[in-house]
């Protein structure tokens, strides 16, 4: 499985890049919200994080590997989440992701259906069934401001586990630890760490 493609920005389309990695070019999808963020970057090096899917009819034995990429491990987090609810799927996430991470998380978190809805392909009913699957998921996606994902956490707590999930969805290390102390201030004792990143993103929408 390929899980990350680091090579030469070629091209560029309405659903897809080219990347030239050593002698082999990559048709790689991206959601409107990658594509975006790749604009500027034509003839760079890029690295992408992948997910790959097979596309085609399995009766007739035409079955073709796509690979699908993202800027960071949250962005490719928070698709595959979308892709998981029923009727959604990949080919419907790709076309209906064309808003920010934060602003599509912020509107299933708040349970916002008519938000949801503005987005290509998600009807009311299918709004209102990702906000039934997903908005318990959705506080650390709600703080997001982009950045990739970093190394695995030295400490196991829950505290530190939550500061480097803020660092992990872009915010500064000293933007991170006012988040903390602001949530842990007081005697309230958290469960888990969706738990205080909810907690945050509750008091940052006060």
Excluded: W
């Excluded at 994080?49 to 960071?72: A, H």
């Amino acid at each position: 499985m390929i899980t990350r493609i680091t090579g030469r920005l070629v091209s560029l389309g309405e659903t897809a890049a080219q990347i030239e990695a050593g002698p082999f070019h990559y048709e790689v999808l991206v959601p409107e919200f990658v594509r975006r963020q790749l604009h500027a970057r034509l003839g760079e090096e890029v690295s992408l994080q992948t997910i790959e899917f097979l596309e085609g009819n399995p009766q007739k034995g035409r079955m073709i590997p796509r690979l699908i990429g993202f800027l960071s491990s949250a962005e490719l987090e928070f698709f595959d989440l979308i892709c998981s609810v029923d009727g959604v799927g990949v080919r419907k996430a790709l076309r209906a992701m064309v808003r920010p991470v934060r602003e599509v998380a912020e509107a299933i978190e708040d349970q916002d259906p008519k938000q949801l809805s503005t987005l290509p392909g998600i009807g009311p009913a299918m709004a209102d069934r990702i906000i039934a699957k997903l908005r318990r998921k959705m506080a650390k996606f709600a703080l997001m401001v982009g950045g990739e994902m970093s190394g695995e956490p030295e400490s196991r707590d829950i505290a530190s586990e939550a500061y480097e999930a803020l660092i992990a969805l872009g915010h500064s290390p000293a933007n991170a630890r006012q988040k903390l102390e602001t949530v842990m201030d007081g005697n309230k004792a958290y469960k888990t760490v969706e738990d205080l990143l909810t907690e945050i993103y509750k008091r940052e929408r006060e």
